[in-house]
């Protein structure tokens, strides 16, 4: 990989890593709309990793440093999924997060199907 991609990669990494940060917050906030907003941006970001050969873990480039960028991701992704089913299950109880909220159920289906892209 040449090293204009690979820097392009590692951005794309640490911005993904800022949407998974937002989000953490926007899940403990139980605000759907910015969450959907985040799942937006995310899908992007994922096509773009899913753009890079397969076997980018062998390339030399990517050294422990990098791998370590890419499971600490991956594990906030993993984390987030499970604070999401949780928030999930609290609306589904009657929470406080409004049920007439359109956005709502678009943000629900989005989030689930994104676990199945990245690790989860």
């Known amino acids: 990989m040449s090293e204009n ?4 990669l590692i951005e794309t990494l640490e911005t993904f890593e800022n949407l998974l940060h937002a989000e953490t917050q ?6 759907l709309d910015i969450i959907d907003s985040l799942i ?7 096509k773009v990793f899913l753009s890079f050969n397969q076997n980018i873990y062998n390339d030399s480039h990517f050294d422990s440093s990098t791998k370590s960028k ?10 987030n999924v499970e604070s999401f089913k949780k928030l999930r299950a609290s609306v ?9 909220n359109p956005t709502q159920n678009k943000a629900i289906v989005a989030y689930l199907r994104n ?6």
């Open 92 to 100: 589904k109880q009657g929470s406080k997060v409004p049920t007439n």
């Open 115 to 120: 676990q199945d892209h990245i690790g989860n």
């Open 40 to 46: 937006s941006q995310k899908d992007d970001i994922l």
């Open 70 to 79: 890419f499971d600490y991701a991956l594990k906030l992704q993993a984390r």
């Open 5 to 8: 991609k690979f820097a392009f």
């Open 26 to 31: 926007a899940i403990a906030a139980k605000d």
